[in-house]
């Protein structure tokens, strides 16, 4: 029997968490953080998503305040005896003056599995985001399931990115080859949204050799990377966003 669930984070300025409501596999709670960020964390309740759930989870981030929203462990898209693909949407709205950091850990595409996965984010002018997403196909020693990414990002209700990526079985030719994955399992986005980057643009610059930093129109900047494994993306990642 497939599920369907909506998580929902409403933050306000001075820590301040009026809606913090979980639904099915997404059990979110407000745990210990560091800094100025009110940090609530997604745990996993069941196994999900599976073949036919439609699982979402909504942060709406209000004037001034400042959230961190990350993981208690890796999301694994599994099969399920629903033959239908499984659904995974993430809406966040991030009003002005106010700072959203989204650092998930990695989204795992189990053989046999099928996800469609979209992340929808609305920023008002002044507003600040730094957005992870890392996808690792297949688990070890497994090939991968069929993963559909879409990542839309507007701000002050203009497109600043509107990305689709899909990997597996499932996916157009050519996915897997050297203009694209070249045969590595782990590939991730780094996005970072500031309006200081107005005045100071974010340079074009390689990372290593298979990451890449590329400034968007907009004050924004987008990292892209492939790796072997979970680890060495993560550690791209991390010295990218060190180094934005």
Known sequence: MSVQATARIVAEAGGALPVLVSDGPLALR????????????????????????????????????????????????????????????????????????????????????????????????????????????GRHGEEPGTLTTRLTVRRAGRPLLDQELSYGPGAPGGWDGGAVLGGHRAVGQLLVVDPDFEDKPVEPHLIGDTAAVTPLAGPAALVTAVAPDALRLRRVLDEALASL
């Open 30 to 137: 407000r745990t210990r953080a560091t800094g100025p960020y009110t940090r609530v964390t997604v745990v996993g309740a069941m196994t999900a998503p599976l073949g036919g759930d439609r699982l979402a989870v909504e942060a709406e981030v209000r004037e001034g305040a400042r959230l961190a929203v990350d993981s208690a462990a890796a999301t694994v898209a599994l099969p399920g005896r629903d033959a239908r693909h499984a659904r995974y949407d993430v809406r966040l709205t991030v009003a002005e003056g106010a700072e959203l950091r989204w650092l998930p850990e990695q989204l795992v595409s189990a053989y046999g599995s099928v996800l469609r996965m979209r992340t929808t984010v609305d920023l008002a002018g002044t507003a600040r985001l730094v957005l992870r997403e890392e996808q690792i196909l």
